[in-house]
């Protein structure tokens, strides 16, 4: 089972970024995919999930990010995208992709996102 995140880097305030999970090794469309993120400093932060088929394909926000971000998955390719626009410098983090299933659950080795002038 594998997680792999990608589309982190600098990015300008105001400025919007897509942060790409894909995955593999595990039946990825029953399984609810989370992003969360890790400031410095500070815990693991929920942001945004998608959820499992069996559970409607319903999305859920923080309230951090809502009106801001956007999580879509492709099934076909056992992917899921966050796209987020109007980063704030509070944005900067390193983001990880989570899959969970019961008691399965799985986590990316996540990618960083510094939102600088």
């Known amino acids: 089972e594998q997680l792999v995140e990608s589309g982190g880097g600098l990015v300008q305030p105001g400025g919007s970024l897509r942060l790409s999970c894909v995955a593999s090794?595990?039946?990825?469309?029953?399984?609810?995919i989370s992003w969360y993120r890790q400031a410095p400093g500070k815990e693991r932060e929920f942001i945004a999930l998608?959820?499992?088929?069996?559970?409607?394909?319903?999305?859920h926000y923080s309230d951090s990010v809502k009106e801001r971000a956007t999580i879509y998955r492709d099934n076909a390719k056992q992917a899921v995208n966050l796209e987020m626009n109007k980063l704030k410098p509070e944005d900067t983090a390193v983001y990880y992709c989570?899959?969970?299933?019961?008691?399965?659950?799985?986590w990316g080795q996540g990618t960083k996102v510094t939102v600088s002038s």
């Open positions: 090794g595990f039946t990825f469309s029953i399984f609810t």
């Open positions: 989570n899959a969970r299933r019961g008691s399965d659950d799985y």
């Open positions: 998608f959820s499992g088929a069996s559970s409607g394909g319903r999305t």
